[in-house]
């Protein structure tokens, strides 16, 4: 695939990409005429490409376009996520440095799970066992000076002893490699010369900083998904075609931007959760557009729900998460992700309680309403026996089987036996409710995780719920939150794909250099910043991008001396001088205070640790057309059914979404109908659309309190 941009006076169309675990969600922008088109296929999971190319090629027929005017096609994946979760890791390999043979046994002592279970809890199995661990001499300071030559020919060994034991994949990893690459360079050199075919990852590439834990699961991490990646873009390349498969290809990274698919192949693990970040970089745009800066994002698809906290209009980037078990120290967009989405199952625990999810009907065989669907019932299944949603879906062309589930949340309830005061089996509704409720609160109380307990009040905030399961439950969710709004933008099945063309290329770079505030050279931080931007605009280059459209912006890791871990702060703009030293000092002070509620301000030394470059490469983003004027227009009713609300059934008004012009406003209890997802307004709430077409929905009283 081609890794730059489209050739300067080709192509006009731009068409985003996100595999969801039941849907392929595609959005193409016309660049020349703005106008936006949308589509949903079916995902294919035993070959994702399949049901990806099927969606590119739809959207290209639906656009009336040909394959010459497609400019870029940028995607978001989850191939490295499902390749650690789903798969059995195998085949893998690590070298490290002669006496670090045990690193990943050693781990951290902190327990996941808290101090009170620390005696049941169980060191999850190692990445890498120890038996597939080989060590190599020679050694280097914190300084990357070496102490020790390289034993290159304890390398080469290494690469024999892997190929003995059928090993594809390993990581390297060093100590102080961060400081220094050449011996990891020299490493790899010699174990290829001996196994041309091992894929080899280097923590001096993939993470070099300091934390050799953490940078030794993080290079293995990426090591282990290469193959899957290669095979996966292969697999997309062949399935596009000739043609197709020479358009530029762009994959989203977790840190919000996107890169091309040649330079994913080199460092995969950037791309673990690639799909919701374009889902919450989306959101930043709908949100501003809306005149909210203040959201929590909510993205419910049929897997799962994906939630983020976006403050000031800019989603918080972590770099301490987690894929599973493993801890991996790359810079990513925080999402909390719960296993409730449409395709959750509801099932009856032990104990004898109803619980949804994190169990998933998935893409196939789907919930029980589906063509060829499951044998338990869902949340989907739940929403359709209350008429919350229509009995078809994506404009009809999924059509659902209302009789079959309600047929399934009966045989639920009858296995869940007599319950509450009256000792009576519970009816579909109130089971069906039940369901929808216990998704509801399993919603509300991850936000609750990412506002209350970190001194946030989620009053404040506005939710905005898109995704195909999402509006359908938003509005009350908002309602158990005391939230002031819940938006809805247009399409929102499909507004992680929107994301994904919203979003500029981007590469992030950073050095370890362990410094105390007394001891910082300015000229040597002035040069290791230096540095840093040069590789970021080199990298940005090998994408074809025009140095006159990148930017880079600095960040620093600080901590008070004797702290364990950093606060990352922005570094100020200009001259890395006395002055920039002095403002990045005084930036950590306030970053710490607003995190921690104190600072220890002319008290306490500060250590800087981490020096940080993101370069930017600057796209065009897609607007947000306004809606044509209507005054004096009143859209008809598109039908009305009976919806469970509130505990009983109401005749409530359906309205076509594509019909409702701006400045138009209902009151609940109503249904509004889209292509891709409804959206249920419900008593005691009102809807006003915005002149973007962005729905609004709020409280008619006072919200409730959190």
């Known amino acids: 695939m081609s890794a730059g941009p489209a050739p300067r006076g080709r192509g006009r169309i731009r068409i985003g990409i996100d595999t969801g675990g039941t849907f392929t969600d595609i959005v193409a922008v016309d660049t020349a005429s703005g106008e936006m088109r949308v589509t949903k296929v079916a995902s294919t999971p035993a070959n994702p490409a399949i049901g990806l190319v099927a969606g590119v090629r739809e959207i290209i027929e639906r656009a009336g376009a040909a ?38 046994e050693i781990a951290r002592q902190a327990v996941p799970v808290g101090y009170g279970n620390s005696y049941f809890w169980v060191k999850p199995e190692r990445i890498v066992p120890l038996h597939l661990v080989r060590e190599v001499g020679g050694r280097l300071d914190f300084r990357g000076e070496e102490l020790r030559p390289l034993d290159e020919a304890a390398a080469r060994d290494a690469a024999r002893f892997f190929r003995r034991k059928g090993i594809r994949a390993a990581g390297i990893c060093l100590i102080h490699a961060y400081a220094n690459p050449a011996h990891e360079r020299r490493v790899r050199d010699a174990m290829l010369a001996e196994y041309p075919e091992l894929v080899l990852s280097l923590s001096s590439e993939v993470l070099p900083e300091y934390r050799e834990y953490e940078r030794a699961v993080t290079t293995l991490v990426d090591a282990f998904v290469k193959p899957h990646m290669a095979v996966y873009l292969r697999r997309i ?48 745009v709908v949100a501003e557009v809306a005149g909210f800066r203040e959201v929590v994002t909510l993205d419910a698809g049929g897997t799962s729900t994906d939630i983020c906290l976006i403050e000031d209009g800019r989603a918080h980037i972590t770099t301490g998460a987690s894929i599973g078990p493993f801890p991996v120290r790359i810079p990513m967009i925080e999402i909390e992700t719960i296993g409730t989405g449409g395709g959750s199952i509801a099932w009856i625990s032990r104990e004898g309680h109803l619980k949804v999810g994190p169990r998933s009907a998935g893409a196939v065989p789907g919930p029980m309403c589906y063509p060829e669907g499951g044998d338990e019932p869902t949340i989907t299944d739940a929403n359709l026996a209350l008429g919350r949603i229509p009995p078809a879906l994506i404009g009809g062309g999924i059509r659902l089987d209302v009789e079959r589930a309600r047929a399934g949340i009966a045989r639920l309830a009858a296995a869940l036996g007599p319950t509450g005061p009256a000792r009576k089996v519970m009816s579909v509704e109130e089971l069906a409710d039940g369901i929808v409720e216990i998704a509801n609160w399993n919603q509300a109380n991850c936000i609750r995780q990412m506002t209350i307990q970190k001194g946030i009040d989620p009053r404040r905030f506005a939710l905005l719920s898109f995704g195909g399961a999402g509006p359908a439950q938003s509005p009350a969710v908002m309602r158990l939150l005391g939230m002031k709004c819940c938006i809805v933008p247009f399409n929102p099945g499909n507004l992680s794909a929107f994301g994904l063309l919203a979003v500029d290329w981007r590469t992030d770079h950073i050095a370890t250099r362990v410094t105390h505030e007394d001891a910082l050279a300015v000229d040597e931080l002035a040069a290791v910043y230096a540095r840093l931007e040069r590789e970021a605009v080199e990298t940005l280059a090998r994408d074809g991008l025009d140095p006159a459209r990148c930017r880079t912006v600095r960040e620093a890791d600080l901590r008070y001396a004797g702290q364990s871990m950093e606060v990352r702060v922005a570094a100020p703009a200009g001259p890395v001088d006395a002055a920039f030293a002095a403002k990045l000092l005084d930036a950590f002070h306030a970053a710490h205070r607003k995190s921690f509620g104190y600072d220890y301000r002319g008290r306490q030394k500060v250590e800087l640790v981490n020096f940080c470059v993101s370069g930017f490469g600057v796209i065009e983003r897609p607007a947000l057309p306004k809606l044509a004027a209507r005054p004096g227009v009143t859209p008809a009713r598109k039908g009305a059914r009976r919806v469970f609300l509130d505990g009983q059934w109401h005749d409530t008004p359906v309205y076509d979404r594509a019909a409702l012009p701006a400045g ?43």
Do not use: Y
């Open 67 to 104: 394959v010459d005017d497609v400019a870029t096609l940028s995607h978001g994946t989850t191939v490295a996520t499902n390749a650690l979760l789903q798969g059995a890791i195998d085949s893998l390999g690590l070298v490290v440095t002669e006496g670090f043979r045990h690193i990943l």
């Open 664 to 706: 138009f406003r209902l009151d609940g209890p109503a249904v509004v109908e889209e292509f891709g997802s409804t959206t249920v307004v419900w008593p005691g709430q009102w809807l006003e659309v915005d002149p973007h077409g962005i729905m609004l929905v709020r409280e008619k009283v006072t919200a409730l309190k959190a």
């Open 237 to 284: 390349r062949t399935e596009l075609g000739s043609e197709l498969g020479t358009r530029p290809f762009l994959v989203m990274q977790s840190s919000g931007g996107v890169i091309s698919a040649e330079q994913v192949v080199d460092k995969p693990i950037a791309t673990a959760l690639s799909g919701p970040a374009a889902g919450a970089l989306g959101c930043s």
